[in-house]
């Protein structure tokens, strides 16, 4: 898990209690991370914004639905 250059964030897709996905701090899209990913997918964020949901936004106030893969390049 570490900051790096070309992404806001890079880890590993985690997926706490109530089901919510995340990766560090940030809460990631329910839909997106279910149709192309998997728990402990490492994977890079390259923008974040602020949480719409009342219900997650105090655990997760961050929130994405641009990442990809950590090794591979984003698709254009």
């Given at each position: ?27 990631l899209d329910y839909k997106y991370t279910t149709a192309k ?5 490492e994977i890079t964020i390259k923008s974040v914004i602020e ?26």
């Open positions: 898990m570490s900051k790096e250059k070309k992404g806001i964030y890079t880890g590993k897709i985690e997926q706490d209690e109530k089901g919510n996905f995340f990766c560090g701090e940030y809460l990913f998997a728990i402990g997918d949480n719409p949901s009342d219900i997650s936004y105090d655990q997760y106030p961050k929130k994405s639905k641009d990442f990809f893969l950590a090794n591979d390049k984003p698709a254009k």
